[in-house]
């Protein structure tokens, strides 16, 4: 575990770094440094806050510790600090413990936050305290409290004779809703194979720096908002990505951001002297940015180009899937020609009006430049370094094939509305001449598209067993 103070030296580092301080001058800091250590799917920077990053990396040691059972190092932790305690129960604090140990103790709540149980026979997963079905202990879910003795009782403990789930005894605490998600989970208590920990947080249940970085953060939940992770896919130069970002959050140093930080006498534009230096002005409205966007933007669509607010306008034009006559993408065009408007305006903050370009000569610079950006980009020594693949769809009609002589063929389908969602299966069971033999329909409960077709195929097997001669 590293010092607080260490972490936040280091921190600073970083901030200084971005936003180019040196020590002799310094810079201003556009967006704050939670922000800068956000995701990028988030909105954030994508850096990572040292603080965070450090959790992440010791709940990697107590993942190892979980899961490598056989190396020398795991064995020695597990023998002198974990006692009789198995799995995550072994992570507490330990009076004469190593540094390391108490290191890894610390990323305990977080290793807990992101494991979760994958049931086999339920034997080993207790049902209340364990994660196993939601993202949090059932015990927190429960609409009162539950008893001590329940709350000791294993995942396997709460079915009955024929494999079924308690579900009336459940009620007493649960909701019907967490009920149908119990409901669709298989457990098989005559197994001989053991629940086991996974990593849910990744879709492979496998223990990432990623994931354990984005649970470390209070609060973080992935954004649902694909802009963010659009801007930065755009076929341009990563300057333009990270301006992109920038406008978006309303964060670039017009004059009305540097008037309210006090680094401006007047927040107006240095061309229009009586109106305010927005982000939607500079990069839309004024004269010289009107005028190239008057060029580009064909006529029909003018009058909403020019009359959206900064945040649909915005928007709108990053996430466009129009092309332009030239072959570039209208949201690739777009961000560079921001980019190289800003760049345009900031030449006559700091050098005067006739230092910049006019509007005409600004039009074709920015049409010449991202059309050599756009060529540079699909050059076939750039492109062989990306990873395309294209999927060939081939449409193919089909109908049902009866089995061969003396087989019955087993049809199923599952389905929920919406993923994980309330699911349900069905199937049918044939003769090589098509007759019926069985069929099913079963409610699942809540459960994704895929394991609905699993519980399909279950039910299936299970109707054919019931047939004579099965």
């Given at each position: 575990?590293?010092?607080?103070?260490?972490?936040?030296?280091?921190?600073?580092?970083?901030?200084?770094f971005i936003w180019g301080?040196?020590?002799?001058?310094?810079?201003?800091?556009?967006?704050?440094?939670?922000?800068?250590?956000?995701?990028?799917?988030?909105?954030?920077?994508?850096?990572?806050?040292?603080?965070?990053?450090?959790?992440?990396?010791?709940?990697?040691?107590?993942?190892?510790?979980?899961?490598?059972?056989?190396?020398?190092?795991?064995?020695?932790?597990?023998?002198?600090?974990?006692?009789?305690?198995?799995?995550?129960?072994?992570?507490?604090?330990?009076?004469?413990?190593?540094?390391?140990?108490?290191?890894?103790?610390?990323?305990?709540?977080?290793?807990?936050?992101?494991?979760?149980?994958?049931?086999?026979?339920?034997?080993?997963?207790?049902?209340?305290?364990?994660?196993?079905?939601?993202?949090?202990?059932?015990?927190?879910?429960?609409?009162?409290?539950?008893?001590?003795?329940?709350?000791?009782?294993?995942?396997?403990?709460?079915?009955?004779?024929?494999?079924?789930?308690?579900?009336?005894?459940?009620?007493?605490?649960?909701?019907?809703?967490?009920?149908?998600?119990?409901?669709?989970?298989?457990?098989?208590?005559?197994?001989?194979?053991?629940?086991?920990?996974?990593?849910?947080?990744?879709?492979?249940?496998?223990?990432?720096?990623?994931?354990?970085?984005?649970?470390?953060?209070?609060?973080?939940?992935?954004?649902?908002?694909?802009?963010?992770?659009?801007?930065?896919?755009?076929?341009?130069?990563?300057?333009?990505?990270?301006?992109?970002?920038?406008?978006?959050?309303?964060?670039?140093?017009?004059?009305?951001?540097?008037?309210?930080?006090?680094?401006?006498?007047?927040?107006?534009?240095?061309?229009?002297?009586?109106?305010?230096?927005?982000?939607?002005?500079?990069?839309?409205?004024?004269?010289?940015?009107?005028?190239?966007?008057?060029?580009?933007?064909?006529?029909?669509?003018?009058?909403?180009?020019?009359?959206?607010?900064?945040?649909?306008?915005?928007?709108?034009?990053?996430?466009?899937?129009?092309?332009?006559?030239?072959?570039?993408?209208?949201?690739?065009?777009?961000?560079?020609?921001?980019?190289?408007?800003?760049?345009?305006?900031?030449?006559?903050?700091?050098?005067?009006?006739?230092?910049?370009?006019?509007?005409?000569?600004?039009?074709?610079?920015?049409?010449?430049?991202?059309?050599?950006?756009?060529?540079?980009?699909?050059?076939?020594?750039?492109?062989?370094?990306?990873?395309?693949?294209?999927?060939?769809?081939?449409?193919?009609?089909?109908?049902?094939?009866?089995?061969?002589?003396?087989?019955?063929?087993?049809?199923?389908?599952?389905?929920?509305?919406?993923?994980?969602?309330?699911?349900?299966?069905?199937?049918?069971?044939?003769?090589?001449?098509?007759?019926?033999?069985?069929?099913?329909?079963?409610?699942?409960?809540?459960?994704?598209?895929?394991?609905?077709?699993?519980?399909?195929?279950?039910?299936?097997?299970?109707?054919?067993m019931r047939q004579p001669?099965?």
């Open positions: 575990m590293i010092p607080v103070n260490v972490c936040n030296t280091i921190d600073r580092i970083n901030r200084d301080k040196d020590e002799n001058q310094g810079k201003m800091h556009l967006v704050a440094w939670e922000k800068l250590a956000e995701p990028r799917t988030q909105g954030g920077g994508g850096l990572r806050a040292l603080r965070h990053a450090n959790l992440a990396l010791l709940a990697k040691g107590g993942w190892r510790i979980l899961q490598e059972k056989e190396t020398l190092w795991t064995q020695i932790m597990r023998a002198k600090y974990g006692g009789k305690r198995k799995d995550l129960n072994i992570f507490r604090p330990c009076q004469g413990s190593s540094f390391a140990w108490s290191s890894i103790n610390k990323a305990a709540s977080l290793l807990k936050k992101g494991c979760a149980w994958n049931i086999h026979n339920g034997k080993s997963t207790n049902f209340w305290l364990d994660n196993w079905i939601l993202q949090e202990p059932l015990v927190e879910a429960a609409s009162q409290p539950v008893p001590e003795k329940e709350r000791a009782r294993t995942v396997a403990s709460y079915m009955d004779v024929d494999g079924r789930w308690d579900t009336t005894h459940l009620s007493q605490w649960l909701s019907a809703e967490i009920i149908q998600k119990i409901t669709a989970v298989m457990v098989d208590a005559l197994s001989s194979d053991e629940d086991q920990i996974f990593w849910k947080a990744s879709a492979d249940g496998r223990f990432t720096m990623k994931t354990a970085y984005l649970l470390s953060q209070p609060g973080s939940v992935e954004a649902n908002d694909r802009i963010w992770k659009g801007i930065w896919k755009l076929p341009v130069p990563e300057r333009v990505r990270c301006f992109t970002w920038l406008v978006l959050l309303g964060r670039i140093a017009t004059n009305v951001l540097r008037f309210c930080r006090r680094c401006s006498d007047s927040p107006n534009c240095a061309r229009c002297e009586d109106t305010p230096e927005t982000v939607l002005h500079v990069l839309r409205d004024c004269p010289p940015a009107r005028f190239c966007w008057s060029r580009w933007v064909p006529i029909d669509k003018q009058t909403e180009f020019f009359h959206k607010g900064q945040e649909d306008w915005l928007r709108s034009n990053l996430t466009s899937e129009d092309m332009m006559e030239s072959g570039l993408a209208w949201n690739e065009f777009f961000s560079i020609a921001i980019w190289l408007v800003w760049r345009n305006k900031c030449i006559v903050g700091f050098k005067g009006v006739s230092k910049a370009l006019t509007a005409p000569t600004l039009a074709h610079s920015i049409q010449h430049k991202a059309l050599l950006w756009h060529q540079a980009w699909e050059a076939p020594s750039i492109k062989s370094g990306r990873s395309i693949l294209q999927a060939n769809r081939i449409t193919e009609q089909i109908s049902w094939q009866p089995p061969s002589s003396g087989w019955h063929k087993l049809n199923i389908d599952g389905a929920s509305a919406g993923n994980p969602g309330t699911a349900g299966a069905g199937g049918v069971i044939r003769d090589e001449q098509g007759r019926w033999i069985a069929g099913f329909v079963a409610k699942i409960g809540e459960a994704t598209a895929a394991l609905a077709e699993l519980w399909a195929f279950y039910h299936g097997l299970e109707s054919w001669g099965g």
